[in-house]
């Protein structure tokens, strides 16, 4: 989310941004090696390890680990040890193992450790020429019959535009299972284009490979993100700033002549990607290619959507004014069924693993809102009303109906319940009850009932940015209007920054949403400004109270 005010000229056309702008101002392991007990002590790290370590993509079973080696000079292979242990002190030790990295991969590190137990913490450092890195700490995925569960949620995380505070309250959280990252978890603009705070390596837009090699490099010499990832396992999804602005399958807005084929920088930003994030490759013969599901136990079946680069047909064009901006009706080519955000593959993916979920929970991790956003609300007979952002979903109705149809089963096939879809890239928090016909009063027509939640088919938490700007809404006007035009909406935070705290039992669901006090600088200070909960068998949003940290989690690594 987010487009700079002073950039050099682009391609034409609807801008996601618009709407904002307006309304402010109205790796494998190579080879085992005997047993290694590493030193709980860090000293000398930081010369070596100057991005910190990292993992991700847990399993019941394994975990991704990374890290990335700075060399005193550059070397055609060096060799990374690497040990996991039960505590933080590095003693009681499950694995180790030696592994290499060359410049190939950025010198960066990344095992896919294998043979762990479920729903364990464990304890993991990595060593370089007798240097060693801080101890990081994980955790595994739970199986079988599952109780309690709590994720942290970030999306767009924008360097120039602030620090990580909302990183460092995440990290200091030792009862968490997971941090979901729903995307622009980097930008691609240059300094003073989307952002002036802190400066940016390189200083220009990044378009090659090496610019977006230094981009992550940045982010991960930062000390929140640092932290964050040090402490706790991320499953991370991009958007589209982990290439260019308003991606889609053969182009960006921010991608325009001068700046080589679209393909190449795709190629290029992907790889960089993979080197420098805890994840797995889902499909190395097509790097696109990322989504993909994580099963936590019985109680939640998360889901992991690629919307950017892999299957995602051109934004069209929003050219009805509005007071917010240029809007556009579902009509013309907005109405083409063939026109796809997930694409053909990911949707019968989708669909299938929806229809066979047995768990308690079945959450969507992904991009870019899912719920109706209207300029002008109206009932689906008489065209639905005036919509904002060609971006998200609403602009690609068709294929959002045919999920809708999915949750409420169609063609004789059984609903699917306890749907609860999680979005980052709009730099404002929302909690929305989901109807194909959200202003449609009449839940017998296929309507909604916005006082019950009758006709409401799942639920839909929105977190929030990291740094990124929201709206200024003083007063809250403009969240007031969008309300009155979207009834399902039942939060509305527009100008706050911070992350979606999710507390899960087989009862209902909690998303807390909270802020932090600023961006300009480092600070401490948080508070929880909105909850709302689904409960089990309902798709109704109600009022919730703050959860209660998890008793008894395990130790923070030191």
Same mark, same amino acid.
Request: hydrophobic share 35%; proline share 5%.
């Given at each position: ?162 620090? %990580? ?130 099963? %936590? ?28 901006? !240029? ?90 319940? !306890? ?87 087989? !009862?209902?669901?909690?998303?807390? %949403? ?16 909105? +909850? ?20 008894? +989690? ?5």
């Amino acid at each position: 989310m987010g487009r700079p005010s002073t950039v050099k000229p682009r391609p034409t056309g609807t801008n996601r941004r618009d709407f904002f702008k307006r309304s402010s101002s109205a790796a494998v392991a190579l080879a085992a090696v005997p047993a290694l007990t590493i030193s709980a002590s860090a000293a000398g790290y930081k010369g070596a390890f100057q991005h910190g370590v990292a993992s991700g993509d847990p399993l019941a079973d394994g975990v991704i680990l990374w890290t990335r080696v700075t060399p005193t000079a550059p070397k055609s292979k060096i060799y990374v040890r690497y040990v996991v242990a039960r505590d933080a002190a590095m003693t009681d030790v499950v694995t180790s193992a030696q592994v290499s990295t060359d410049p190939g991969r950025d010198y960066t590190v990344k095992i896919d450790v294998s043979g762990l137990a479920p729903a364990t913490t464990y304890y993991y450092q990595f060593e370089y020429q007798d240097k060693l890195s801080p101890v990081g700490r994980t955790r595994t995925l739970p199986e079988g019959s599952v109780d309690h569960l709590r994720f942290a949620v970030v999306s767009c995380s924008n360097y120039a535009y602030g620090y %990580f505070n909302a990183y460092r309250r995440i990290a200091e959280r030792a009862d968490l299972d997971v941090v979901i990252h729903l995307g622009d978890y980097l930008y691609e603009y240059g300094d003073g284009e989307y952002g002036n705070l802190r400066k940016l390596k390189p200083s220009h837009e990044i378009i090659s490979l090496e610019d977006y090699r230094a981009r992550h490099a940045l982010y991960k010499s930062d000390v929140d993100a640092q932290e964050m990832h040090r402490q706790h396992p991320m499953v991370a999804i991009w958007d589209d700033h982990e290439t260019a602005n308003d991606a889609w399958k053969d182009g960006a807005q921010n991608h325009g002549d001068g700046e080589g084929a679209w393909p190449d920088r795709v190629t290029a930003a992907l790889k960089a990607y993979y080197e420098w994030m805890p994840i797995r490759v889902v499909d190395k013969n097509n790097l696109r290619r990322n989504n993909r599901s994580l099963r %936590f136990g019985d109680l939640v079946d998360l889901y992991m959507l690629e919307e950017r680069v892999s299957a995602r047909s051109q934004q069209l064009t929003a050219t009805v004014p509005t007071p917010l901006g !240029n809007a556009f009706v579902q009509t013309g080519d907005f109405a083409d069924p063939t026109r796809s955000l997930l694409g053909e593959q990911q949707e019968t993916w989708l669909t299938k693993g929806l229809r066979k979920s047995s768990t308690t929970w079945r959450m969507l991790g992904q991009g870019v809102m899912f719920a109706q956003l209207k300029a002008q609300g109206a009932p689906n007979s008489v065209g639905g009303g005036a919509f904002l952002n060609p971006d998200q979903w609403d602009g690609y109705q068709p294929a959002r109906d045919r999920i809708y149809n999915v949750i409420k089963g169609a063609d004789g096939k059984k609903p699917v319940n !306890n749907v609860v879809v999680l979005t980052g890239d709009i730099h404002s928090a929302w909690a929305a009850e989901l109807s194909m016909d959200p202003n449609n009063s009449d839940v017998a027509t296929g309507g909604y009932n916005p006082t019950t939640g009758e006709g409401s088919l799942a639920v839909e938490f929105v977190g929030t940015s990291v740094t990124s700007p929201g709206v200024n809404d003083p007063g809250n006007g403009i969240a007031g209007y969008l309300k009155s035009q979207n009834p399902h909406f039942k939060h509305i935070d527009l100008n706050q920054r911070g992350y979606m705290l999710l507390d899960i039992n087989r !009862n209902r669901v909690v998303a807390e %949403f909270w802020n932090v006090a600023t961006v300009t600088a480092p600070d401490s200070t948080q508070g929880m400004s909105a +909850a709302f909960q689904v409960s089990n068998g309902s798709a109704h949003l109600t009022n919730a109270a703050q959860t209660s940290a998890r008793a008894g +989690a395990p130790k923070l690594a030191p």
